[in-house]
């Protein structure tokens, strides 16, 4: 679907926020990445968040706002106005690994393109709904401010996929690095505000959110489970489209602040990670289940011939009839049918292995531009993600 750019990788799952993830955790799973004695659960991203908490409690983030507007570039200087720790921290954050393979991001960029199609479809309407099926993750986005206002939240981050899957995203001209920064620093922010939130707190299982294993969960719910999926489809890669896929997430979540000792090395790593510290800990809850009422009927804003029993439907086949039934999506057989034969034959048409479109494929096409179209139409920015740090929780929170 290359006419809806290379933003059709972006899911609601970063719409959501790469913020915290999981339920009750269980021990750390040790793959072979973890210093022994280590647990991401109890590791969050001491410096800034300390550098936040007295820009929060001064009063400076409006200030810092709008000296942060112009900062979009990863070859931009620092923007003047910022205080001066502050500066000196993005200073030496706001730069690649030495160990990012420039060649393999460039590689991951273009497997982003040429298999955008699939990647919209199980990021926004796999990842993204799984967000709300992840008890901490759930609680914490619709506690903080931007859980009041999913529509704005969705739009105000949609273009976070176009900076990520960018041919571009981590050279010099690209975003990437810039936004994973200001990203890096609404989530310092959210560390500090959301223990404030007495509703936060009587249903929250943890005394501060977005840990590293939170944000590692977070990446087993879209960069693990998306290659699994399209394994399964049989969805044609190389060994080195999945390598490069892989390394492009590695860099990102560094570039959220979690360490490298945690971050999985293989997929074979990444797969074991997310069976232990992620499949289990799914479940509903009340907050999550009105987040996810929030976001299916957002395209029902937009009537291209997508239905509401259509759209119930593939994310119960791209997440199982369990998560279905939590989130109590209605069951419509005949769009059930169209789904579960028409995908399948819509990818094979898409790989060049069927000669004609198959019936249902422009039902598939329409409803990936409607999902694009609603989002991308509600961007402040085509360029830019238009990022901003919080001054408080969810109002009344």
Not at 51 to 77: E, H, K, S, Y
Not at 113 to 139: C, H, N
Not at 321 to 338: E, S
């Amino acid at each position: 679907m290359s006419n809806l750019s290379r933003r059709n990788v972006l899911s609601l799952g970063v719409a959501l926020g790469l913020a915290s993830a999981a339920g009750v955790v269980p021990a750390w799973a040790s793959t072979g990445t973890t210093a022994a004695g280590a647990d991401p659960w109890w590791v969050w991203d001491d410096e800034v968040d300390g550098l936040m908490a007295g820009i929060l409690d001064a009063g400076q983030v409006p200030a810092l706002n709008t000296a942060l507007r112009p900062w979009v570039d990863n070859d931009d200087p620092l923007p003047t106005g910022l205080p001066a720790d502050l500066a000196g921290y993005l200073r030496r954050v706001n730069r690649l690994p030495s160990w990012a393979d420039p060649a393999k991001l460039r590689r991951a960029a273009d497997f982003n393109r040429r298999k955008d199609t699939y990647l919209f479809m199980l990021y926004g309407l796999g990842s993204g709904i799984m967000s709300t099926v992840i008890p901490r993750e759930a609680k914490s986005v619709y506690w903080s401010a931007g859980g009041a206002n999913m529509q704005d939240r969705a739009a105000k981050t949609f273009t976070f996929g176009y900076d990520l899957s960018d041919l571009n995203a981590f050279e010099p001209s690209g975003q990437f690095v810039v936004t994973a920064n200001k990203t890096r620093l609404v989530h310092a922010a959210v560390r500090h505000l959301l223990p404030q939130s007495a509703h936060w707190r009587a249903v929250a299982d943890e005394r501060i959110p977005i840990s590293n294993g939170d944000i590692l969960v977070t990446f087993h719910s879209l960069g693990t489970y998306v290659h699994r999926k399209l394994l399964e489809w049989r969805v044609p890669m190389s060994a080195a489209d999945e390598e490069a896929f892989l390394h492009q997430w590695q860099v990102a979540i560094h570039l959220l602040g979690v360490r490298d000792e945690f971050i999985p090395k293989t997929w074979a790593e990444a797969d074991a990670q997310s069976t232990r510290v992620l499949t289990p800990l799914l479940a509903p809850t009340t907050e999550g289940k009105e987040l996810a009422a929030e976001l299916l009927g957002l395209t029902a804003q937009i009537d291209l011939g997508v239905t509401r029993g259509f759209l119930n439907e593939f994310v119960r086949y791209v997440l199982s009839d369990a998560v279905g039934d939590w989130l109590g999506l209605p069951r419509d057989y005949a769009a059930a049918t169209l789904v579960r034969t028409g995908w399948p034959a819509y990818i094979a048409f898409r790989e060049g292995l069927l000669p004609i479109a198959p019936a249902g494929f422009y039902l598939f096409d329409q409803f990936l531009r409607a999902i694009a179209m609603l989002f991308l139409n509600k961007v402040s920015s085509p360029t830019s993600t238009p990022i901003t740090i919080p001054t408080g929780n969810r109002p009344g929170a």
